[in-house]
C-alpha cells in the first residue's frame, strides 16, 4: 500500500439537529487527534447534555483512519455507532469524533428506523461541516536576504505554501511546508526569483492545512 499524501478532515466543531417522532438527535462534529482528545470531548458533551437520553459516537483517527471506534450507548446493538461511523467513511473524512445526542420523545421507533435516524443526523452533520485538507509536506529551512523577500512571499502566499515561522534578523529565516510532490517545482521556481545564492535544506516533515 502507498503512503498518503493527503487526506480530509473537519475544521472545529459543526452541530445539526434532526426531529423523529418528538425524539431530538443532535449530530456534533469535532476535529480530534487523539483518543484523549476524544474522551475530553465527550465528557464536556456529557456535561452540557445532562438530560439526553443516549450520546452515541464514532470516531477514526489517522491519516489513512487506521484507528475507529463506535459506541451504541444503551441503543440496540449495532443501532447508533455503527451507522454513525457509517457516515464518517461514506464522507471519506479521518481525525474525527461524531456524536448524536439524543432527547428520547417517548415514540419507540424501532431498530430499522433508528439506524437510518442516527446514520441521517451524523452524515448531515459532516455534510454541512467545513472541510480541510491535510498534506504530506516536507519542511525545508530557507535562509534569504531581505531584498528577495517580498517576491519570495508573495510566491509562497500565491501558491499556498504555509510558511511555520518567520525569524528576521540579518537574513530572513523561514521554515516552510512543501507538499512532497511538488518539492522540486517550487524549489526551481524561488531559485529562479533570486540572483544571488540561498540556504535551503530539509529539517522535518508532517502533515499540513491546504487551502
Known sequence: MGSVTEYLTVDGTNALEVDEKRSRFIGVVTHVERVADVDSFLEKLRKSNKDAKHIAYGYCLGKDSSTS?????????????????????????????????????????GKSKLTRTYFNAAFEAIKQSKKVRMVDCAIYGLTIKYPDFVSIGTYLRDNHIPIISAEYGDVVSLRVAFPVEEI????????????????????????????
Open 69 to 109: 471506534k463506535n459506541n451504541d450507548d444503551g441503543e440496540p446493538g449495532g443501532s447508533a455507532g455503527a451507522p454513525i461511523t457509517e457516515a464518517i467513511t461514506k464522507s471519506g473524512i479521518t481525525d474525527c469524533l461524531v456524536c448524536v445526542v439524543r432527547y428520547f420523545g417517548g415514540i419507540q421507533l
Open 184 to 211: 522540486d517545482k517550487h524549489i526551481s521556481e524561488i531559485k529562479m526569483k533570486i540572483e544571488e545564492e540561498f540556504m535551503c535544506s530539509k529539517i522535518d516533515a508532517g502533515y499540513f492545512k491546504m487551502d
